[in-house]
């Protein structure tokens, strides 16, 4: 996830990060900016060991069985590890001046 926080704290926008790479954001207010990357959401969960208790008869829709019910959801796309630091606005040492009009701006995470 992508998030451009106004310098004030104000307001903020996001976007997913593609399997690519790339991001989209549309209608940021123009104005500096802080910028954060967050990937520990994509990182997959490991179910509980012996599973998730299994509900009473009848309480489990139909359409889901007991295999499907003992699985761990998975997040969308790659987890791709970076530094924590990128996470926090005031940490990760991402700016930019959002201007009028359409806009590419290449995160370098080093």
Do not use: C, R, W
Not at 33 to 62: D, L, N, R
Not at 87 to 102: H, I, M, Q, R
């Amino acid at each position: 996830m992508v998030v451009f926080s106004s310098a004030e704290g104000k307001s903020s926008a996001s976007a997913p990060i593609g399997p690519d790479g790339h991001y989209s954001i549309d209608n940021i207010p123009s104005g500096a900016v802080k910028i954060s990357v967050e990937t520990a959401s994509a990182k997959p969960v490991k179910a509980p060991p012996g599973g998730m208790p299994t509900p009473p008869p009848g309480a489990m829709p139909k359409d889901i069985g007991p295999s499907m019910y003992n699985q761990a959801p998975q997040p969308k796309g790659k987890y791709v590890a970076i530094p924590e630091n990128y996470a926090d606005p005031e940490k990760s040492g991402l700016t930019y001046t959002v201007t009028g009009g359409s806009q590419s701006y290449d995160i370098d995470l080093k």
